[in-house]
T-cell receptor, first 116, second 112 residues
Framework: GAVVSQHPSRVICKSGTSVKIECRSL??????MFWYRQFPKQSLMLMAT?????????EQGVEKDKFLINHASLTLSTLTVTSAHPEDSSFYIC????????????FGPGTRLTVL | AQSVTQPDIHITVSEGASLELRCNYS??????LFWYVQSPGQGLQLLLK??????LVQGIKGFEAEFKRSQSSFNLRKPSVHWSDAAEYFC??????????FGKGTKLTVNP
């Protein structure tokens, strides 16, 4: 149980376009989901906390208008990178917290974004 | 503010040797502590976690970790490393209603 999926696993886009990444909890409900960014050979940095039915909470330094987060249901959160540029190229990982097990996050497999 | 320090950026061990990966944390209350493993290009897999109770916790793949409050440490150990253990290991603190904070990671290389 507690499986989290991400789609797509890999995406290449042109500079200036927008890219949407989906994060789904497959077998549990997740009131809260998290979005992380990981640069090569570095740790995970939390970008934002996504709560179902409300606005996401962004970490300091993360542009809200650049990284749009929508958590429309208890099993789906989306991250849209708007007007992507090469510096947005990174590995994006989501996680979901099961409501009944509030102390633990379950991680998706990640999405590799490359902006040309 | 909570923080995690993994002092070793890269560790190399021989297959069959024992392993200890260090993790020190800073947290204002009783922490929730986690160890994750990440293979290249993959997401994170939870190895083990500590919330409360017995300070020696057992995880998957033969890993264990010991919570030492006096030393603010949560070191990961394995008695005999396998080649498949080569990966990046992350220690994290937090959980519950708070966000997870990760250490910078330790890359493990296993020599045959």
């Amino acid at each position: 149980g507690a499986v989290v999926s991400q789609h797509p696993s890999r995406v290449i886009c042109k500079s200036g376009t927008s890219v949407k990444i989906e994060c789904r909890s497959l077998d549990f409900q997740a009131t809260t989901m998290f979005w992380y960014r990981q640069f090569p050979k570095q740790s995970l940095m939390l970008m934002a906390t996504s709560n179902e039915g409300s606005k996401a909470t962004y970490e300091q330094g993360v542009e809200k208008d650049k990284f749009l987060i929508n958590h429309a249901s208890l099993t789906l959160s989306t991250l849209t990178v708007t007007s992507a540029h090469p510096e947005d190229s990174s590995f994006y990982i989501c996680s979901a917290r099961e409501d009944r097990v509030r102390n633990e996050q379950f991680f998706g497999p990640g999405t590799r974004l490359t902006v040309l | 503010a909570q923080s995690v320090t993994q002092p070793d950026i890269h560790i190399t061990v021989s297959e069959g040797a024992s392993l200890e990966l260090r993790c020190n944390y800073s947290y204002g209350a009783t922490p929730y502590l986690f160890w994750y493993v990440q293979s290249p290009g993959q997401g994170l897999q939870l190895l083990l976690k500590y919330f409360s109770g017995d300070t020696l916790v057992q995880g998957i793949k033969g890993f264990e970790a010991e919570f030492k409050r006096s030393q603010s440490s949560f070191n990961l150990r394995k008695p005999s490393v396998h080649w498949s253990d080569a990966a990046e290991y992350f220690c994290a603190v937090g959980g519950g209603s708070e966000k997870l904070v990760f250490g910078k990671g330790t890359k493990l290389t296993v020599n045959p």
